[in-house]
C-alpha cells in the first residue's frame, strides 16, 4: 500500500504590479491580478512558483519590489520566485534592435539589478525537496550576459543532476526556451520581423546545454512565461514544457499561432500517486484596459514623465541608476 499522500502546489507568472504614482499605469493588470491571487488563496495549496516579472518597472523602481513582496505575503502559503525582465532587465545584446527609439543595450539586466532583487526575494537560482517533488527556479537570460552570475548560474545549472532526486521535478524559467521548435535558428535582433522572437527566447549554444542539464536532472515539467499567450503543452525528450499565460498582462504574438490561450490565470498543480495534473483556471476577472496612462515599452529615463502620475506623490527612477 503506498504512504504518498497528495498535495497541491501553484504556478503563476507575469502579473505585473504598478503603481500609480509612476510615468505609467494600467490598472486593469493590477485587478486582474488582484482577482487571481485571491482565488488562488482559496486553494488548499502547499505552494506557489511566481515565474518572473512581478513588476511593471522592477528594473527602475524598487519600490515595487517592496509593492510585489509584501502583495505576495498575503497568500496562505510560501511563494518561490524568479525574476523576470521587466523586474531586473532584459537578456544581453551588443547591439540595437530596428526600432530607432528603443535602445536595447541601455536596458541588458545588470548585475546590480539581480542582487537589489535577491536582497528582496531571495537567491535567483534555487532548488529545493517538498513532498519528494524537487522544485527549481532559474533565471536563465543571464547565459551569454558575461555578468558574473552567468558563471553561478551554470555551475547552479550543471549540479541539479548530482542532487536527491525526488519523485518528480517541477522546473520554472523566465523566457520561452524556444518559440517554435527547439532546432530553430537564433533568431536576429536587427531584423523587424524577429525582433519579438529574439526578445522572447533563449539564443544556441545556452538552449541545449541548458535543455541537456534538465534532462539529466530528471525534469519532468518545465514552466515558462514572458510571452502572456498560453499554448498547448509540449513534450520534448520526455519533459511536458508549458508556456503559460500571464497573471495579470495581456497577452502578445496572438496572431502567430492557432491554439493560444489569452486569459489571465495561473496552474493549479495536483500531485497524485500517478503523476501531477496540471490545469489552467483562468482569472475571474478578464476585463480590458482602461483609464491607461504612460508609454509602453522600454522607454528610456528621458522618455519618463512622472508629473502625470495621478497619485502623489510620484516615483522617480532610483537615484544610483541616474548617476
Known amino acids: 500500500m503506498s504512504c ?21 499605469f494600467r490598472p486593469a493588470v493590477n485587478e486582474r491580478w488582484a482577482a487571481i491571487r485571491q482565488q488562488m488563496s482559496q486553494i488548499d495549496a502547499d505552494l506557489l512558483l511566481v515565474g518572473g516579472d512581478q513588476t511593471r518597472d522592477g528594473d527602475t523602481h524598487e519600490h515595487e519590489y517592496q509593492l510585489g513582496r509584501w502583495d505576495l505575503e498575503t497568500l496562505p502559503f510560501p511563494a518561490h520566485i524568479i525574476p523576470g525582465n521587466m523586474d531586473v532587465g532584459n537578456k544581453h545584446t551588443s547591439v540595437n534592435g530596428p ?30 525537496l517538498h513532498r519528494d517533488v524537487r522544485f527549481t527556479g532559474f533565471y536563465a537570460a543571464v547565459a551569454g ?3 558574473p552570475e552567468e558563471e553561478r548560474f551554470w555551475q547552479f545549472i550543471e549540479r541539479l ?3 536527491p532526486a525526488g519523485r518528480h521535478h517541477v522546473a520554472v524559467m523566465h523566457y520561452w526556451l524556444y518559440m517554435d521548435s527547439f532546432d530553430e535558428p537564433n533568431w536576429d535582433i536587427t531584423k523587424k520581423d524577429e525582433y519579438l522572437l529574439w526578445y522572447f527566447g533563449i539564443d544556441e549554444p545556452h538552449r ?6 534538465l534532462k539529466k536532472a530528471k525534469v519532468e515539467i518545465l514552466f515558462c512565461g514572458h510571452v502572456h499567450t498560453g499554448r498547448p503543452v509540449e513534450i520534448v525528450d520526455g519533459v511536458r514544457i508549458y508556456k503559460t499565460s500571464a497573471g ?17 490565470g495561473f496552474h493549479r498543480c495536483d500531485v497524485t500517486d500517478s503523476g501531477i495534473d496540471v490545469t489552467f483556471i483562468p482569472g475571474d476577472v478578464q476585463i480590458e484596459d482602461h483609464d491607461v496612462y504612460g508609454p509602453g515599452g522600454h522607454p528610456s529615463l528621458t ?17 544610483w541608476l541616474l548617476t
Open 4 to 24: 504518498f499522500a497528495p498535495f497541491t502546489f501553484l504556478h503563476v507568472n507575469d502579473h505585473h504590479i504598478g503603481s500609480p504614482r509612476s510615468y505609467r
Open 99 to 128: 526600432n530607432p527609439t528603443r535602445n536595447d543595450i541601455s536596458i541588458n539586466m545588470t548585475s546590480a539589478r539581480l542582487q537589489l532583487f535577491a536582497s528582496h526575494f531571495g537567491p535567483i537560482n534555487w532548488t529545493f
Open 145 to 147: 550576459s558575461g555578468l
Open 161 to 163: 543532476p548530482a542532487l
Open 208 to 213: 541545449s546545454r541548458l535543455f541537456e542539464a
Open 248 to 264: 495579470g498582462n495581456t497577452a502578445q504574438l496572438t496572431d502567430r499561432w492557432d491554439e493560444i490561450e489569452t486569459r489571465q
Open 303 to 319: 522618455q519618463r514623465d512622472y508629473s502625470i502620475a495621478p497619485e502623489q506623490p510620484p516615483l522617480a527612477p532610483d537615484p
